[in-house]
């Protein structure tokens, strides 16, 4: 059987009529993901697999068995020696309502000792909105590094930030295709559990409540032994600061949901409504303010998000340790310090 042929039939199973629709053994799910990938599916094959996907529900088990080729495909970058890595990933479509903080929020990690690689891709569907990159961007420090620039970045200053255009161009070609399907699909899900950095720990932002459940469990599929999964704002990769938002950690195979109160870290509640979106030029000026130590709900949604990046990588220090930490290197300038060497083109040793 050609391998045209086998998608085909492949096809058959996952668009069956609705009395028989289902999930589909992960087996059949990574061999599509395979041939996908590949390029051997045509656009309206890939298509219709996805749209149905979409349809009946991804379970799991297919969202690992989607990630596994994904992740065999994927251009290593060597993690530095240290502390862990954490991989930080939300939505790769941006945003287009809210305040982003989650570029400062991992430069502040990276000043406080940790070490960050944010991951996203431009022009993703269906949003296209403001992404991390354009948010580094406007702070001045050039985005996406391609993947030598992250790996010499992320060993030098604890930070780096990469597209799947550099360390997944087979997900990239598909950005065109899914843009004519207008739908989210699990690819949108899937490309949030793939790190480039193997056996990193990972910070996943999500959308809807029912990935606080399918997420960590395609995790822990996959062997992940550390991750922190948690409603997002927008679905993007910052933790919301309102008391009310739950997070997932998963540690050696287990999970435990819960929720952080401000003032159990020290911090002020922080809402939407707290940080209006208005311009690129007024969240930029913000954040440096923030960045500059000035005290507020941005200031305190950067400390949040930053001090979860470090609890990711060393849960032996309290989430509120790890506050007081990114508060110190906001304090002594050390942010600033990391933002200005960022700022500075990579040195990219022939």
């Not at 207008?182 to 480039?196: A, D, G, M």
């Not at 606080?212 to 600061?241: F, Q, T």
């Not at 009310?244 to 195979?253: D, E, T, W």
Request: hydrophobic share 45%; net charge negative; aromatic share 4%.
């Amino acid at each position: 059987m050609s391998a045209v042929e086998e998608f085909r039939e492949i096809l058959k199973l996952r668009a069956r009529g609705p009395e028989h629709l289902g999930f589909l053994e992960p087996e059949l799910c990574e061999r599509a993901m395979e041939l996908i990938l590949a390029g051997v599916a045509t656009p309206a094959q890939i298509g219709g697999f996805l749209l149905v996907g979409r349809a009946v529900g991804d379970s799991p088990a297919e969202m690992a068995a989607y990630a596994r080729p994904m992740l065999s495909l994927a251009r290593p970058i060597e993690a530095p020696e240290g502390p862990p890595v954490v991989t930080v990933t939300g939505g790769f479509d941006g945003k287009i309502r809210t305040f982003n903080v989650g570029a400062a929020a991992s430069l502040v990690a990276a000043a406080a000792g940790g070490r960050v690689l944010m991951l996203g891709c431009e022009g993703t569907p269906p949003k296209e909105g403001r992404t991390a990159f354009d948010a580094l961007r406007d702070l001045g420090v050039p985005s996406p590094h391609n993947l030598l620039e992250a790996e010499i970045s992320l060993a030098e200053h604890g930070f780096a930030a990469t597209s799947a255009e550099h360390y997944l161009p087979e997900l990239h070609a598909l950005l065109d295709l899914r843009w004519e399907m207008v739908r989210r699909t699990v690819l949108n899900v899937v490309e949030k559990i793939v790190s480039p950095v193997p056996g990193s720990r990972m910070m996943v932002g999500i959308t809807h409540r029912s990935f606080l459940e399918s997420v960590p469990a395609a995790l822990m599929d996959l062997g992940v032994e550390h991750a922190l999964v948690y409603g997002a704002i927008e679905g993007s990769d910052e933790a919301s600061l309102d008391g009310s938002s739950s997070l997932v950690r998963v540690r050696s195979g287990e999970t435990e949901e819960f929720r952080v109160s401000p003032d159990s870290v020290g911090l002020s509640r922080a809402t939407r409504a707290d940080i209006t979106w208005k311009s690129a030029e007024d969240e930029t000026s913000r954040s440096l303010a923030a960045l500059e130590g000035e005290a507020g709900p941005v200031g305190d949604l950067i400390l949040y998000n930053a001090a979860l990046r470090l609890w990711a990588a060393d849960e032996g220090t309290s989430l509120a340790g790890w506050v007081e930490r990114a508060r110190e290197a906001l304090n002594s300038g050390a942010d600033l310090r990391l933002l200005d060497r960022l700022r500075q083109p990579v040195p990219v040793r022939g």
